[in-house]
């Protein structure tokens, strides 16, 4: 017989010291050439910033292989020692994050096809009894977005576009709305 | 993984999860989603994940005892398991962080204003890797219980959080384990935001005569079991 899950409970508001003692927000350093900046605000459903958040990424390298030996495609590069594809970030008081990171290349898709360059991204907050998860789509990827197996199966124009960052200042910015009408579209694992 | 499925949108709030939304637990009611989550067909970019080599972690990092130069006040405690996946195996090499209170029921964190003793010994921090059959350990002190603003009189039982990792973004989970017989169990939205009964059984640790080591330290065992059953196809998983 097959075991049950442990449930999820919330993170709650006192995670820092113990989660975020190693600064695990740049994946690269921010002077190599593919640099990008992605950074971004939480917000609650009443407008207002969550100050006690914490974001963690997950993304393949810009060859599209994840650092990961599950990932066994070995024409592609390995790299998990230089590029370990996961950033953790606690959000300030002002309820910011932000990341250095590379775009990461196009991965494959549920039906042997490709998806367009994403980053996955876990929420985790006081006030989240378990984990909110979303993806980070890039802006100068219009036709590999319109080709996007996941970002095509959300019928609502304006919901699919939350999942797309957007330029802003040399950077690329992704809010993240936990909850009203702009809310970002979040995922059923 | 067919076509129709990728648009489908569900409400997936089962009992033995909590759901976003649990008002009782009032800081859920401004940041649950009140959308419908769109499914996520599996791929390899959620059923990979980061590995945690030994690089990270000190030797006395499963000890939160022996982090400062003499030792925290409370109950000594040693708490123990086994990470499995949804199949019943092992999860190995897998990282687990905790963090708690002290004795006294006050966390290190600059946040926490409840009046109660910081411990000069004591942070409260600790994280290690599951061995090759699944299995962890840490030493520490039990938690107090602590006031919180949720209601008037509110008191979070005593507990300690983990996170882990598992072996795929898939599985990621942040918990907390309590202890049992707490009389806080039935006052404590958090713990009561997990509707199915069996389910909430499965965060309360169990007193263990056998780990309990003799006039040195107090028994528990806790094992976790993360999402994540790779033979199940995603047709048959709702």
Redesign the interface.
């Known amino acids: ?19 975020l ?2 600064d695990r927000s740049e994946l690269i350093p921010p002077g190599h050439p593919h640099a990008v900046r992605i950074q971004g605000t939480v917000y ?3 407008g ?1 910033p ?1 100050p006690d958040a914490m974001i ?1 990424i ?1 993304q ?1 390298n810009g060859a599209g292989r ?6 066994e495609r070995e024409d592609l590069p390995f790299d ?1 020692e230089t590029f ?3 950033g953790r970030f606690g959000t300030d008081a002002g309820g910011k994050y932000s990341f250095v990171t590379l775009k990461p290349g196009p ?5 042997g096809g490709l ?1 367009a360059p ?1 980053i ?1 991204v ?1 929420v ?10 979303t993806r980070i789509y890039f802006p100068d990827e219009e036709e590999a977005n319109a080709q996007d ?2 970002l ?4 609502d124009q304006e ?1 699919r576009r939350t999942l797309v960052a957007r330029e802003e200042g040399g950077a690329l910015r992704f809010d993240v709305h ?2 009203g009408d702009n ?7 | 993984m067919s076509k129709q499925n990728l648009g489908k949108i569900v409400d997936t709030d089962r009992e033995t999860q909590p759901p976003y939304l649990y008002p009782d637990y009032v800081a859920t009611r401004l940041r649950a989603p009140r959308k419908p989550l769109i499914i996520l067909p599996k791929t390899l970019s959620d059923t990979t994940g980061p590995a945690f080599g030994r690089g990270p972690i000190g030797d006395l990092d499963n000890d939160l005892t022996r982090q400062h130069e003499g030792e925290p006040l409370g109950e000594r405690i040693i708490v123990s398991g086994r990470v499995l996946d949804g199949d019943g195996r092992p999860v190995r090499n897998s990282l687990i962080e905790i963090w708690q209170a002290n004795a006294a029921g006050r966390y290190t964190h600059a946040l926490d204003r409840h009046p109660a003793p910081l411990d000069p010994n004591f942070s409260g921090a600790g994280r290690c890797l599951t061995d090759a059959a699944g299995r962890y350990r840490f030493v520490t002190i039990k938690p107090g219980a602590y006031p919180w603003k949720n209601h008037p009189n509110a008191w979070r039982p005593a507990h300690i959080h983990l996170s882990l990792f598992g072996e795929a973004f898939r599985s990621r989970l942040i918990t907390q384990m309590y202890f049992p017989g707490d009389p806080l169990f039935e006052h404590d939205p958090i713990f009561q935001s997990v509707r199915d009964k069996e389910a909430q059984q499965r965060m309360i640790s169990a007193f263990d005569l056998e780990t309990t080591r003799p006039e040195w330290a107090l028994g528990y065992r806790f094992d976790i079991v993360l999402e994540g059953r790779n033979a199940t196809p995603m047709e048959n998983r709702k």
């Open positions: 017989m097959s075991p049950e899950p442990t449930p999820s409970q919330t993170i709650g508001p006192f995670f820092h010291d113990a989660l003692d190693a609650d459903g009443a207002e969550v963690e997950w393949a994840y650092g990961d030996p599950k990932d998990p370990s594809g996961f991965v494959p898709g549920p039906d998806q994403h996955m876990s985790f907050a006081r006030g989240l009894l378990k984990r909110l998860v197996p996941v095509a199966s959300i019928e919901f936990l909850q809310q970002t579209a979040f995922f059923d694992l």
